[in-house]
């Protein structure tokens, strides 16, 4: 399965913006799918996933309330609506697919299998 992100780019605190995210090849078995940020000089962290079967949705307590996270099935695409942007948002987000069950928890990286390239976001003052 191949991920492509789009639409990241240069906004301002306070501002709004959305990224994509396509799947393309063998995208049939798809648990779920999510948004994970790496920041300059920091980890790569969870953001939100959503639950392919039941549209389930999970958020990061840093982005609850700010963020959305939606798909388009028909599409194998996944957006990422953010609001009230603040410079703490700056990251690389990357698009995340599991075809399997967690055997973690959605917030662990180790358990997504496919990843895209990454797409900057710059929140500037």
């Known amino acids: 399965v191949q991920l492509a992100e789009s639409g990241g780019g240069v906004v301002q605190v306070g501002y709004s913006r959305r990224i994509s995210c396509v799947a393309s090849?063998?995208?049939?078995?798809?648990?779920?799918m999510g948004w994970f940020r790496q920041a300059p000089g920091k980890t790569r962290e969870f953001v939100a996933t959503f639950y392919w079967n039941n549209h389930n949705t999970y958020y990061a307590d840093s982005v609850k309330g700010r963020f959305t996270i939606s798909s388009d099935k028909a599409k194998n695409t996944i957006y990422l609506q953010m609001n009230s942007l603040k410079s703490e948002d700056t990251a690389i987000y990357y698009c995340?697919?599991?075809?399997?069950?967690?055997?973690?928890?959605?917030?662990?990286?180790?358990?997504?299998?496919?990843w895209g390239q990454g797409t900057l976001v710059t929140v500037s003052s």
């Open positions: 090849g063998r995208t049939f078995a798809t648990y779920a």
């Open positions: 995340a697919r599991s075809g399997r069950s967690f055997t973690g928890n959605y917030r662990s990286p180790s358990d997504y299998d496919d």
